[in-house]
């Protein structure tokens, strides 16, 4: 086939079992010749490697001066234009490409140029030695749980000391055991989660909090402006209350409401170079509506001078789209088996270019256990997806990349909390408002039970002890981003087209999104791929 584009270029490396580094493949797309550089680069390349260099395509080029550029250099030019333009597959543009925080509005699209090469930023040349990756509160290989209820007690009493420490600078709490020898009119202040919410024949309500040595009803008032926050409030979330015992010292009337929350002054770090990152979620490989299309501009475009700035991809799970997660699954699949579903999804990783750092958590229809926290991909699996060296992480997972903490989750807390929560605040439109809930909670599935299943381990590793600085989540298929109390929140989007069973269910995704986040400023560029 003839070698046009770079996604093309690595699609055909893809089918021969390697992936490139992003110079290598430009190198080739500006050969006067790529066909015959790929062939040769590929039969100089050793039998054990699994990606094309960029020395090995100048090798090539050396030894055969007629093979090189029209314009009688190694490299392409990003002045004259003789190499062929950056297109999409169907002869398109550039992708559209649209900034913004909290609103998902397309901005103007911006035009790529007809001269291979033109870029914003830089050279496509990137330095791996300043790149940094670091993880924490990865649970694979740390999982302990056997399902007993000694698990799920102890689970439960990590969260409490956990997220109580963090309430603790704000109220003077009293244990439930004290609070109930208290006098009546004393005023108390009580942490506890939340283990009971039920209205009063009078329209008040009454919050039942828990901690390790009983329990405490507080009444919150219809007629009080905190009776807006029940709304906000799920079984299982860790809260402080303040107010006065009642006469005859059985219930607390509650005065103030707090939550463990992240400061307003909280302020993010940032990376001490331009760098970028690309946050995308739920390729979905093995269903008859992946988006390949898409997934070939995309991959096309991560290969082009003007993604030159783009060295991460952080993927918030659901690399395929597995086997019998709903019903009649099995009649929308293009690919039956799991694992041959994983060995495709590979062929596609390929054509992200070789230098790029992945890093990987799995999702809900990934080939590991539901319950979560979930541990990463096992050895088989991880076999199957090595081509690329990608760093692979449990779920949640978080990732410093070059300083910046992200928070990668593959969101199914996120159902719980848009059923559960009042429409402004949690919905399938606007999915990062129920971001912020979590970030409010401080937890990263607050509510046991429902479409959440929970991993009893010996701590509560759902727990957002650090605040980050970006929070990545995926799974409900739906694009949004936005900044709570400066952590920005993103959710990505998909790569499937609807489904079946998503028209059943009414849901219309957001696919073919890849948002790119500038590390040394926090602001995110989306762009649009279909």
Request: proline fraction near 5%; charge should be negative.
């Amino acid at each position: 086939m003839p070698l046009e584009t770079p996604s093309r270029i690595v699609q055909e490396l893809a089918s021969q079992g390697y992936n490139a580094e992003r110079e290598a493949v430009t190198l080739i797309a500006g050969a006067s010749d790529p066909d015959a550089v790929l062939e040769a680069t590929v039969d100089r390349t050793p039998g054990d490697a699994l990606r094309v260099t960029a020395d090995t395509v100048r090798e090539v080029l050396e030894a055969d001066p007629t093979s090189r550029g029209r314009n009688g250099n190694n490299n392409p030019s990003v002045s004259t234009g003789n190499t062929t333009g950056f297109s999409t597959d169907d002869g398109g543009s550039s992708p559209v490409e649209t900034k913004g925080s909290s609103d998902r509005e397309s901005g103007p699209s911006k035009r790529g140029s007809s001269k291979r090469g033109s870029s914003k930023r830089g050279s496509s040349k990137r330095d791996s030695s300043k790149r940094s990756v670091e993880v924490t509160g990865d649970i694979t290989g740390r999982s302990t749980g056997t399902g007993s209820y000694e698990d799920f007690v102890a689970v439960f009493r990590d969260r409490f000391e956990k997220l109580s420490k963090k309430l603790r600078n704000r109220v003077n709490h009293r244990p439930a055991e004290t609070v109930s020898a208290m006098s009546g009119g004393t005023d108390v202040e009580i942490i506890g989660l939340v283990n009971e919410i039920r209205s009063t024949s009078g329209g008040h309500w009454i919050v039942e909090l828990e901690d390790t040595t009983g329990t405490v009803p507080c009444l919150v008032m219809n007629d009080r402006d905190i009776v807006e926050l029940v709304d906000d409030l799920l079984l299982d979330e860790c809260i402080a209350v303040s107010g006065t015992l009642s006469d005859d010292g059985e219930i607390v009337f509650v005065d103030a409401i707090h939550f463990p929350d992240v400061p307003r002054s909280y302020r993010p770090s940032t990376a001490d170079r331009h760098v970028q990152a690309a946050l995308i979620s739920d390729v979905h490989v093995g269903s008859q509506e992946f988006a390949a299309d898409a997934w070939h501009r995309f991959t096309d475009w991560l290969h082009s001078e003007e993604a030159a700035s783009v060295e991460y991809l952080l993927i918030a799970g659901d690399m395929v789209e597995g086997v019998g997660v709903y019903p009649n699954q099995d009649e929308e699949l293009s690919i039956v088996d799991i694992y041959d579903q994983y060995e495709r999804f590979a062929e596609y990783l390929k054509e992200v270019p070789g230098d790029m750092e992945i890093v990987m958590i799995p999702g809900n229809h990934d080939a590991v256990r539901l319950a979560e926290p979930q541990p990463g991909f096992d050895d088989d699996l991880r076999e199957i997806m090595s081509a690329h060296d990608a760093r692979i992480y449990g779920n949640p997972a978080s990732v410093s990349i070059e300083g910046v903490t992200v928070l990668m989750y593959h969101g199914v807390s996120l159902d719980e909390l848009i059923a559960e929560l009042p429409e402004e605040k949690a919905s399938y439109e606007e999915p990062h408002r129920a971001m912020y809930q979590l970030l409010k909670k401080r937890h990263i599935a607050p509510q046991y039970g429902g479409h959440m299943r929970l991993a009893p381990e010996e701590e509560d590793y759902l727990v957002i002890e650090e605040i980050p600085d970006v929070f990545h989540t995926g799974h409900v298929h739906k694009l949004g981003w936005g900044k709570y109390h400066n952590v920005l929140a993103v959710n990505s989007g998909c790569w499937q087209e609807q489904t079946g069973f998503q028209k059943s269910v009414n849901i219309d995704p957001d696919y073919g999104y890849a948002p790119i986040l500038d590390l040394d400023t926090l602001e995110l560029t989306v762009r649009k791929f279909v």
